[in-house]
Structures are given as C-alpha cells and as structure tokens.
C-alpha cells in the first residue's frame, strides 16, 4: 500500500521525504522547496548502521531475530530479549563489544512497534 500525499507542500527542511526503499510514495501536486535533498530512498544497510550492526550482517539472521522478538514480545521485556540473544544473529556476531547495545536497540523497536515494518523493509 502506497503513502499518498496530495497537494503537499514541503519547504526549509534537511531532507524533505525519507523512506525505505520498498515502500510506494504516490506525490501529487507536491513540491518540496529549499530542502538540502528533496528525497532520500534508504536501504537495509542503512537499517542495519542505525541498530549499531556491521554491514555484513545477514539479514536472514536479522529477520529471524525479529520474528522472535515478535513471538516473545508477550512475555515481557526480559524474556523477549533473552529469547533474542539466544538467536543465530548474536552467535553470529559473536563477542563483539557492542553486542549489548544492538539487543537494546532491538528490543527498544519491540516495545516501540517498529519490528513488522523493519522486517518489510528487508530484502526477502
């Protein structure tokens, strides 16, 4: 389902519009004036720099990740993330220092209801 925006009418800003790049904008009549870049199409690469993960990180293993932290999120903060650091991603990342922080980074998108649109945003 595409983001339609009719009649809009961006000005003065960083970037005007920034999305991923599978989701569907539908502009009409929309101008974006005096904005540094009037569009910006982000990639999973991008995702996965924001969540403090290397580049390199299979996004297979992101995705399964995910979907625990989807199946547990019921159970409470604690169990969701125990459940998730058990995941291959964290075996995968092995005893890298930031490994903490990328958890609290994707346990936080849990409690925020970000994960399914993280999940759609990655490649299949």
């Known amino acids: 389902m595409p983001i339609k925006m009719i009649d809009c009418s961006i000005e ?3 970037i005007g519009i920034s999305a991923p790049a599978t989701l569907r904008l539908d502009l009409t009549r929309t101008n974006i004036v005096n904005c ?3 569009i ?3 990639d999973p690469q991008s995702i996965l720099a924001s969540l403090g993960l290397p580049e390199d ?18 159970l409470g903060l604690k ?3 125990e459940a998730a650091a058990k995941t291959r991603l964290f075996e995968w990342l092995g005893g890298v220092a930031n490994s ?16 399914r ?3 759609e945003s990655l490649p299949k």
């Open 57 to 74: 990180t299979p996004t297979n293993l992101l995705r399964e990740t995910l979907q625990t932290l989807l199946r547990t999120r019921e």
């Open 100 to 115: 903490t922080t990328i958890l609290a980074n994707l346990v936080s998108l849990s409690q925020n209801g970000l994960v």
């Open 12 to 14: 003065d800003c960083g």
């Open 40 to 42: 910006e199409i982000r």
């Open 79 to 81: 169990q969701s993330a």
């Open 36 to 38: 540094q870049k009037a």
């Open 117 to 119: 649109g993280l999940l």
